[in-house]
Structure formats: C-alpha cells, structure tokens
C-alpha cells in the first residue's frame, strides 16, 4: 500500500486531540483508548496508545513511549495490518500551526467528531443537516443555516473549523 503524505509534516495537538498531516488537514480522533502496541523503535520501551483517527484508507494510531516518551505514529490497513511506523512532533495549539481546517467533503470526517462534541453546540437536526449535506444528499436549508452561525463557537470551543 502507498501511503500518500508528507512524513515531515506529522504532528499532534496534545490538548485537543487532533493530527495534522501536510500542515492543513486536522483529523479528530474516533476513539480514545489506552493499549500496549507494540515496542518503541528509539529505547526498546513499549508503545501505548492513546488516540485512533481515520486517515484515507488507514488507521493511524498516536502512541507514546512509556520509558522515553517518545510519540509515534502508527499506521494500520483497513484489516488492522500494520503499514508503518512514523515519528510525529507535538504542537501546543493545533491553530497556530494548521489551517484547522477538519475536511468536510467527506462523510467519515463528520462522523469522526465524537458526537458529544458536536450535541453540544448543535442540535440534532442541525447535526443530521449537516451531515446529510456533506453526503450531497437532500438537506433542510435553514437547520444547516442555524448550524452554520454557530460555526464559531464550535471552533472556540473545540479547536477545529468545519466548512460544510
């Protein structure tokens, strides 16, 4: 398998939760679970992980070393088949040094904003226009209206934009 990025440009927002890739794609975590996986390529220590996200086609997992602290990514196949293993710097605020910028064109991005994220800015049908919208689908203009006006305060709280 290819993997299509730049390995340079990998970094991690510790406080909110987000990969950036290529300095403009933020990728929020679908799930957040500490497992061992796997032995730390620097000091031999073993690897934990803390946060999962989609990525193309991949599971990309952030692990930390538990001797050296090391962070690591690693990436997983669709059938969890392991693909790589690339180093992955810390950035303090995800908005200084990305875009911030969670791509929207693509359903499994909305779906990867944990859903009490998303519950406590917008109601229910604005979440489900929003949604419905990013599938091409047919939507209800003014729910999608209302979520957009709310936009901001998603982003201040949260630390990501949507554009949908």
């Not at 990025?5 to 939760?17: A, I, V, W």
């Not at 929020?28 to 220590?45: A, L, R």
């Not at 070393?65 to 995800?94: H, Q, T």
Request: aromatic share 12%; hydrophobic share 35%; with cysteine.
């Amino acid at each position: 398998m290819n993997v299509s990025f730049d390995k340079s440009t990998l970094r991690y927002s510790l406080p909110n939760k987000l990969l950036c890739i290529d300095d403009n794609r933020l990728i929020p975590p679908f799930e957040e679970e500490v497992n061992e996986m796997g032995v730390c390529s620097e000091c031999g220590g073993l690897l934990y992980s803390f946060t999962y996200h989609n990525f193309q086609d991949y599971k990309a997992v952030v692990c930390r070393c538990g001797d050296c602290s090391l962070l690591r990514i690693i990436l997983f196949d669709p059938a969890w088949e392991w693909v790589g293993e690339y180093p992955v710097s810390i950035i303090e605020n995800a908005s200084q040094d990305c875009t911030n910028l969670v791509e929207s064109n693509s359903i499994s991005d909305i779906e990867n904003i944990a859903a009490i994220k998303l519950e406590a800015v917008f109601s229910s049908r604005e979440i489900e226009a929003m949604i419905q919208k990013s599938k091409g689908e047919k939507y209800v203009r003014q729910y999608l209206y209302n979520a957009r006006k709310k936009y901001p305060r998603f982003n201040e709280l949260f630390g990501y934009y949507l554009e949908i």
